[in-house]
């Protein structure tokens, strides 16, 4: 019977100290601070925190080709020269306030650093803010860009925004300013699964960014340990080494065969030893094709053709020209007429809706004349229209003996 309630003690003992071990390895699975894909044999993958500062850490800084995909698409909507429009006119910066705030929205940005911040902010967070500071209740007389993950979005019950919290550390509420609604205008991505915050395209490609930046950071590790994959010492025989001797043939090894400097040197062992490498090589693992598939998640999930950002092999577009055309068609505009969109509800007042817009010329985009050569020659022959309505539809005055079929004149 003693030896009985002893069994039994012990069962439960072992049953409470397996599921404590079973709660602590299951503690170590969640990704809290790793930036990299990770490998184990008993651990899941462990992908980059879903943070901004994590974010834009692994996928801009650390990151070629989704730093190159922001840097294509920001630097084109900040190259665009926005102007507003009155009845289809260009007004200056003397001539309306609201012309003067695109032009110059604050003492520290220019119009095109400020679009290019605005655009990466976009992109890095999925959101984007926007202060907007008035002298009185009708126009703002600047625009401060609020950095994305320094902002805490209040509402009330209803799930109405009521106010913005702002400050360099939310933790501290001492330390942060709070806007009212009207004060600061959100642009932001579509998430299913947050009313307030935005979707950033980095975390949808988050996982092919880790794959990339593994592969990287192995290649780097593999090239300074001289180009060859880990390994082991077999020792044969029967005898065993001290803990002394082991430590001082591990330092030998390093010093004489480790880093890219002692790359390619024939190693020497005394004894009854057997060098044995440990995992796959890079030709088993196929890393070059794994990182050129990353790269192309990568960039389409920017809306980047793989051409524009250095991916090899890539036959989709006949040249860099025609890429570069449906970037700008396929990404950059739509995404530029959502930023004028919201810039146009916010700066101009209910009643001007009707004559005032902030708006582009597409004449003015380089990037476009693909499509303007393809429109221009459809009309130049096009053999049913005159020669004035040729001209018309191309943004010219009517010329004399112009209203006669036949190929424009020289």
């Known amino acids: 019977m003693h030896q009985s309630i002893n069994c039994n003690n012990s ?23 790793a930036n990299v894909l990770a490998f184990s044999d008993n651990m899941p993958p462990v992908w980059t925190p879903r943070a901004y500062k994590n974010l834009a850490n692994e996928g801009y ?40 705030l695109l032009d110059h929205p ?52 209803m799930g109405k925004v009521t106010e913005y919290d702002y400050g360099q550390n939310r933790q501290i ?14 642009l932001k991505f579509f998430n299913p699964l947050d009313d307030f915050y935005g979707l950033s395209p980095i975390e949808a490609a988050a996982i092919a960014i880790d794959q990339y930046n593994a592969v ?29 001797q082991k430590q001082a043939l591990r330092a030998s090894i390093k010093k004489s065969y480790e880093g890219a400097l002692n790359a390619g040197k024939t190693m020497v062992l005394e004894g009854d030893f057997e060098w044995k490498e440990m995992g796959l090589s890079p030709k088993d693992l196929d890393f070059v094709t794994g990182k050129t598939f990353s790269a192309r998640e990568i960039s389409q999930a920017f809306g980047v053709p793989p051409m524009l950002v250095g991916v090899p092999g890539d036959a989709t577009f ?27 509800e916010a700066l101009i007042d209910t009643g001007d809706r009707n004559n005032l817009v902030i708006s582009y010329n597409e004449d003015e985009i380089y990037a476009l004349s693909l499509k303007r050569d393809s429109v221009w020659k459809r009309i130049s022959e096009a053999e ?27």
């Open 11 to 33: 069962t439960r003992l072992m049953n409470k100290f397996t599921k404590s071990l079973l709660k602590l390895k299951a503690g170590f699975r969640k990704p809290n601070s």
């Open 318 to 344: 006949s040249n860099y020209r025609e890429a570069r055309y449906h970037l700008w068609e396929d990404t950059i505009l739509p995404l530029l007429d959502y930023v004028l969109s919201q810039l146009n």
């Open 61 to 100: 800084k650390k990151n070629v080709i989704a730093y190159r995909a922001i840097n294509l698409i920001s630097r084109g909507i900040a190259a665009v020269p926005l102007k507003l429009f009155s009845f289809g006119t260009a007004l200056t910066s003397g001539e309306h306030i609201v012309a003067s």
């Open 173 to 186: 509420p001492s330390y942060s300013t709070k806007f009212k609604r009207k004060q600061v205008l959100h």
């Open 216 to 244: 990287s950071s192995h290649n780097l590790s593999l090239l300074q340990n001289g180009g060859r994959p880990s390994g082991c010492l077999i020792l044969k025989n029967k005898e065993f080494m001290t803990e002394q």
């Open 106 to 157: 604050n003492s520290d940005q220019t119009r095109s650093e400020f679009l290019e911040t605005l655009t990466c902010h976009l992109l890095m967070s999925g959101n984007a803010y926007i202060y907007l500071h008035y002298e009185d209740d009708v126009f703002p007389i600047t625009m401060h860009l609020l950095r994305p993950d320094r902002v805490k979005i209040k509402a009330d019950k």
């Open 384 to 410: 049913f229209l005159t020669t004035n309505e040729k001209r018309q539809a191309l943004g010219f005055g009517p010329i004399d003996g112009g209203d006669s079929l036949g190929k424009m004149p020289d």
